[in-house]
DNA sequence: TAAAGAAGTGAACCATGATTCACATCTATT
DNA sequence: AATAGATGTGAATCATGGTTCACTTCTTTA
């Protein structure tokens, strides 16, 4: 008979889901989770509500992939600074993955917020336990590395890292669920830094 | 002509009114505030879904006073906890403060789930906020005296409140997220209370 | 006990927004 | 060109649950 998928059929789908899903991401930078829904994204992309069926089995599914979506490349980096290529103290490198979290999330603005904080329906925020646990795990590995070098004191790896994520989060969420940005960086992040130095290295700053 | 409110009728106003607020809060206690819904409540506590609306202006009331009862007591205990009638030091204070935190949260269950982490609607979250901040408010103070009796290194007592306040929540939150209850109550309320320590009083543990 | 007004009722209404589906249109094979 | 199947359409449907309101019942005062 005729037509079956193939190739550029297969191309042109994924290249369909891609687009919608950069879409999809852009609406929830701008206004959130909440301000993501199905219309809307088949507005912006231009097609219909229907279609984006086609592409996503439901909401839920969507919203986990932009989750998803957003949140790979922020573990990413924050994985990549926790090790690194050469060789660098547990001390350091704690200190840069805390300040390029901090950073980032600061400068990512109603994005970070949404991936951080806002409130979301269950099914997201399953994304999001795992969004954390995925910190945590970079976290808790570099904790364990430090302890056993002797650079940090005995202590709950694991605690300590779920720690460190409950900080950076709840510091940074403050200021963000009130008004828009934050003006003084340095004024925020170089405490946030000296305390999670402080708790996990023992560290006497300043 | 006649009937006027008074006296009586008020006390009634007041008791029906304190009744069912203590009806919605066991139901956010048993399924949270995503099981808390206006028929449900009528349903419970054996009235019709529209007197509730005698009593409440809306569903987002009703929840933020449900949120705020909920929520008094705790942050009492913690501020009776931080600022205790007899001297003691500070260092001490923190503990037992982050101590009972703890231990209430571990024991309070799918209540403490809900008033610390469960996702909810925009205006509870808005609660949320300032149940967080009244937290915050009272380590910020027990930290500001630290600090002056050089108990606790210089530090800004701001970003270490509010870090406390986020570990206390990531912390108690990840297990509370998946199961149930939490069995070794020791065995982790112990590396909480180092870990608080050593990030605000550089207190060096075992 | 009559009247005024408070309190209670609950089915109907409304708002939001996800999801479906009968149909149209497009695309690759024969 | 004919056709099977994929893809696109968007108005209609569904689901949930908050909110309203015309009405009844109760309570207090005169």
New interface residues.
Partial sequence: MSYRPTAKTRARQKAQHESLLKTAVSIVARDGF?GLTISRLAREAGIATGTVYKYFDSKAHLCAEVFRRATEREVEIVRATSFPEDAVSCRQRLTDAVTIFAERAILGGRLAYALIAE????AV?QER?IY??AY?DIFEQLIKEGIKTKEF????PQ??A??L???????LV?PL?RNEGIKDHKQ?IS??R???L???A?Y?T?
Wanted: overall charge negative.
């Fill in positions: 909440c409130p979301v329906d269950p925020e336990l954390r646990k945590a004191p005995s202590q709950s605690v300590s779920a720690a994520v409950g900080i950076l989060a709840e510091v403050a669920g925020l405490p946030i000296q305390f999670c402080r708790a996990i023992l006497e300043a």
